[in-house]
């Protein structure tokens, strides 16, 4: 039985099983992905989304879509539904049409109407991502149940260029519909722009009675329309078809996904470092953590720079330099002021310490309030980060595929590239002893704020597989030296902390 889904002056949108058909009722100038009378065309009818296949096991009807080509195809469904194959542009997936999503919005005498359906599960990828196709002479094709149809109707003619505007704008318009929900690439560990297999189609009357519109972007109202309404729609069809809304993605698994993070492996690691009781309480209470809110955002928060904009290598060198930065103000500093001024400098260094931790910011709120805290941590970490140089220096030099050469160059020439007074001593340190370049493109609050690299521009970047357990290792072994040499100054000269001679 048909179904209406959207009707108007200038076209009938309706859905019909597993297809949504809509008829142009004047001449239209459409631009669309059809394999058969694709890109800008004025001679197009008909508008056709299709659901082709099953997402999963339907081999008859991928063999068959295979066999006939993508015009043959074309022919093939214009023929089992009575539409002339050469007035139709169609599109195909293996979403249901049931979960189509219409969205409508005006302005003016403007009318942007937007039809989308959407699944991300098999296909999701960001622009820029390997891909695993090349089309060659004999043609290739293949469907995934993560395809990103989208059907747009106009009520104003527009000019060629504001066709082709419109498309960049109903593609940003997905695009942040993906980035909302924070949809992962199946594909690399960047958040998703799309799916390798989407299609659109674009419809705008000709009537050469009304001026066409020349712009589509941002900044015209009909450029609003057509983001808003695809993205509205977009957000729609996912919730219908793969169950993607706010209350879901709001889980820790979903946002950290695409860096490796899994529930099976969560639970794994968290098994082997509670107790028996402890991992009991958690399986049963595991959907109250998972989809706290804060506790993503505490995994953005942890390197204190913008995770969505990294990847995988990029997270282990932030972890890192975190570790390495952290030697200084974590371990060596407290030691040293209780070395120095014995349990009241230890008592002094981590108030001044918890001052920078809380107030320490160059923001509006705090510049002026955190000023103070923030200097005296400089001021009490200063000594410290330069021991810390000289003992990762004595340590590279007795630790197996260290290099204390590179550890003393890099660490005297490159220290001042990270910004502030200490904390470049001891990440070039270590990344000259650990033989791998570190930092590289840091962003926070959506902006980049550097790009430097520190390390030997001839060794590789840091980030990879056993790097980590590498930087703890050596970060442990340093701490150890301090102990050591903490120790023995205390021995052979107790009278810093009121002993006998």
């Known amino acids: 039985m048909d179904e209406f889904i959207d009707q108007h002056e200038y076209c009938d949108l309706k859905r019909d099983g597993r297809f949504l058909i809509a008829e142009l009722l004047v001449p239209h100038q459409v631009l669309s ?16 989304n299709h659901q082709s296949c099953e997402g999963n ?29 050469d007035a139709v542009a169609l599109m195909g997936t293996a979403a249901n049409m049931n979960y189509a999503a219409r969205v409508v919005e005006t302005h ?24 695993s196709w090349h ?17 747009v109707f106009i009520n104003w003619p527009l000019t060629p260029g504001a066709m082709a505007r419109a498309v960049v704008t109903m593609t ?60 509205r729609a977009t957000l729609e069809a996912l919730r219908w078809q793969n169950g993607l809304e706010a209350s879901h993605t709001r889980s820790v698994f979903h946002a950290l996904q695409r860096f490796g ?19 009991a309480l958690l399986e049963k209470n595991l959907k109250s953590v998972v989809y706290e809110p804060r506790v993503s955002a505490a995994a953005s928060m942890l390197v204190g720079r913008d995770t969505d904009v990294m990847n995988f290598a990029a997270c282990r060198r932030a972890g890192m330099e975190s570790l390495s ?22 008592v002094l260094f981590k108030v001044v310490s918890t001052m920078d931790s809380m107030v320490g910011f160059k923001t509006p709120q705090y510049r002026h309030f955190g000023w103070c805290g923030a200097r005296l941590d400089d001021v009490l970490n200063f000594i410290p980060a330069r021991l810390t140089y000289l003992g990762m220096v004595l340590v590279a030099f007795f630790m197996p595929g260290c290099s204390a050469r590179k550890a003393l160059l890099i660490g005297w020439r490159q220290h001042a590239l990270v910004p502030g007074p200490n904390s470049g001593w001891s990440e070039a340190t270590a990344a000259g002893a650990l033989q791998r370049r570190l930092v590289g493109p840091v962003w926070q609050g959506g902006t980049q704020i550097t790009d430097v690299w520190l390390g030997d521009g001839d060794d590789p970047e840091g980030g990879q597989l056993g790097d980590m357990r590498r930087m703890c290792v050596f970060v442990i072994a340093t701490c150890l030296f301090a102990i050591g040499l903490t120790v023995l100054y205390l021995f052979l000269i107790p009278e810093v902390h009121g002993g006998d001679s």
């Open 108 to 131: 003016a005498e403007l009318r942007v109407c937007a039809v989308i359906t959407a699944g991300v599960e098999g296909n999701a990828g960001c622009a820029g991502d390997g891909a």
């Open 172 to 231: 940003e318009g997905k695009s942040a519909a993906l980035r909302d929900l924070a949809i992962s690439s199946r594909y690399s560990s960047d958040l998703a722009t799309g799916t390798g297999t989407d299609q659109y189609c674009i419809a705008a009357p000709l009537d050469k009675t009304r001026v066409p519109k020349t712009n589509a972007g941002h900044h015209a109202k009909l450029g609003e329309l057509i983001g808003k309404s695809v993205r």
């Open 325 to 346: 930065e952290n030697a200084v103000d974590g371990f060596v500093s407290p030691v040293f002021w209780y070395a120095i001024l014995g349990l009241p400098g230890v």
């Open 57 to 85: 096991g339907h081999d008859a009807r991928f063999a068959l879509i295979k066999q006939l080509g993508e015009v043959g195809y074309h022919r093939h469904v214009c023929v089992e539904r009575g539409l002339p194959p």
């Open 33 to 48: 992905t059809s394999a058969y009378r694709g890109g800008l065309c004025e001679r197009i009818r008909y508008l056709v």
């Open 261 to 279: 993070f899994r529930e099976d492996r969560f639970l794994q690691a968290m098994e082997k470092r509670l107790k028996a009781d402890d991992f």
């Open 135 to 151: 089309e060659e002479d004999a043609g290739w094709r293949h469907l995934y149940e993560g395809t990103i149809n989208a059907m």
